[in-house]
Every structure is written in C-alpha cells, then in structure tokens.
C-alpha cells in the first residue's frame, strides 16, 4: 500500500450534521438575529418621543367619532362602489378574453394590460380631470368619479381572476349542459360562471383589500370635509395636531377592513382547497 493511500485510511472519518441538527442550528441562528434587533431597536429608539409623536391619547380621542362616522363610512363607500364596477367591467373583460371573435379578445387584452401597467394614481388624476372636461355639468359627482377610477383600474385584476376561474370550471360540465338542450350562453350563466365566482372568492377578496388602499389616492381628486377619506382625514388631522397619532388613528381604521378581509380570503382558500 502506498503512503498516501496510508494517510487517506488513517484520516479522522469527517463527521456529518443530520439535517435534523442542521435544521435546528439555522432556526437558533433566526431567533439570535431577530431577538438582537429588537434589542438593538429598544435600546436605541427614544420611546417618550414615540409616545408624545404616536400614542398622544388627547389627540386620538379628538379624532372620534368623525373617523368613524365620515372618513371610515366614505371609505367603505369608494371601496364598495369601485368593486361593484370593477366586477361588472371584469366579467365583461373576461367574457371577451375567452371569446371566439379575435376584436374582442384584443381588445380585452389591451385594456387589461394597459390598466395593469399603469400606476392606480395616473389613472385616478386622469379619471378626475378628464371625465369633468368631457362631461361638464352632469351628475358626475366625486363618488361617481371615484368609483370609475377604482373600478377601472380593479377590472383589469378582476378579469384575470374571472377568466382563471372559468377556464378552471371543467369542460365536461358544459358538454353535459349542452347534451341536455342548454344554449351555449346559458350554460355559461347557469353552471360555469357561478362555479368560477366560487372558485375565485378569495382573490376576489383580496382585490378588495387592494381596493381599499387605493381608496386612498381619491384626496387627488379634491373633496369636502364631509368626502374625506380615511387617509386624507389623516393627514389633515396630522397638519392641523402637529402629531402623528391621527395616522396611526387611520391606519388602524384601515386594519379593522382589511385585516378581517385577509381572515375571509383565507378560511375561503382553505374550505376551496378541501372542495377540490
């Protein structure tokens, strides 16, 4: 036997880590590093003024009830009636997305790719000054103007959810429907677009989540103390108190939506997966 062969057999056997051990040194390692930066944050941050900025109880009683009674209320409002249009607008899109006559699924593609590309505040400072210039006088108030331009830009995200969904609906189901006498197009009302919407629901309802915070771009559109929002009565609230608790105020009026909104979407993710 050579003499490297001989320092290759005599060589200490290099011990091995399971992947259990490795599995839980990494998860030592997270905990360390989380625990120093919250070490690191209490022992740097200047907590009175945290308190003084964002938790002066004085300025957030102030703010109560109108943060409730106007700026949460015309929230909903502006989320509510941007979806109801985002939804009608969307189930078109992805009805013509699918259709057989190439027009119409240009068409839809190039709206949806359009609105998707554009920042939500574009269309909002497009939507809120072209529509008065081209309808000057109409009963186009703000809620009307708001609510096209969320619903615009949540149509273009609602028609890729619808069509994902339809196209997930099994097509034996429609053979079957057409075999016992249903037209094409009440097959598609009656069986495959309920299913799609049940499918759908919880991205469904997470487009309203992003509905609600994009309620927010309708300061852009100008408004009176009675159409303020919750963010633009946050940030006058914020100039008028010299503090920053009336956002922290609003913010949290935005968390009882949206927080309870992402419970729904995913108990419906959940009780959609045991379906399958």
């Known amino acids: 036997?050579?003499?490297?062969?001989?320092?290759?057999?005599?060589?200490?056997?290099?011990?091995?880590?399971?992947?259990?051990?490795?599995?839980?040194?990494?998860?030592a390692v997270q905990y360390a590093v989380l625990a120093a930066v919250v070490l690191v944050v209490a022992v740097l941050a200047d907590w009175s003024q945290i308190r003084r900025a964002f938790f002066d109880a004085e300025v957030a009683a102030a703010q109560f009830p109108r943060v409730l009674t106007v700026a949460l209320v015309n929230t909903v409002s502006y989320t509510l009636l941007g979806f109801?249009?985002?939804?009608?607008?969307?189930?078109?899109?992805?009805?013509?997305?699918?259709?057989?006559?190439?027009?119409?699924?240009?068409?839809?593609?190039?709206?949806?790719?359009?609105?998707?590309?554009?920042?939500?505040?574009?269309?909002?400072v497009a939507i809120g000054t072209g529509v008065p210039l081209a309808f000057p006088g109409t009963f186009l108030n703000r809620y009307v103007i708001v609510m096209l331009a969320l619903g615009l830009v949540g149509a273009a995200y609602i028609a890729e959810t619808l069509r994902a969904g339809i196209e997930a609906v099994p097509k034996g189901q429609v053979e079957a429907a057409r075999s016992l006498g249903m037209s094409q197009s009440r097959?598609?009302?009656?069986?495959?677009?309920?299913?799609?919407?049940?499918?759908?629901?919880?991205?469904?309802?997470?487009?309203?989540?992003?509905?609600?915070?994009?309620?927010?771009?309708?300061?852009?559109?100008?408004?009176?103390?009675?159409?303020?929002?919750?963010?633009?009565?946050?940030?006058?609230?914020?100039?008028?108190y010299r503090s920053l608790t009336p956002v922290l105020v609003a913010g949290s009026c935005y968390l009882i939506i949206t927080i309870p909104l992402g419970f729904l979407a995913r108990r419906l993710e959940q009780r959609t997966g045991r379906a399958r």
């Open 1 to 27: 036997m050579s003499t490297e062969a001989t320092q290759v057999t005599q060589a200490p056997a290099r011990r091995r880590v399971s992947p259990r051990r490795r599995g839980q040194v990494v998860r």
């Open 84 to 124: 109801a249009f985002g939804l009608v607008l969307g189930l078109v899109l992805a009805l013509m997305r699918l259709s057989s006559v190439g027009p119409y699924r240009w068409l839809a593609t190039l709206y949806i790719e359009f609105f998707r590309g554009l920042p939500a505040l574009l269309v909002f």
């Open 187 to 240: 097959a598609m009302v009656s069986i495959v677009i309920p299913q799609a919407f049940r499918v759908v629901l919880p991205p469904l309802t997470n487009e309203v989540v992003m509905l609600t915070k994009d309620s927010s771009l309708a300061y852009l559109l100008g408004s009176t103390l009675a159409q303020q929002e919750l963010a633009q009565f946050g940030r006058q609230a914020l100039t008028e």
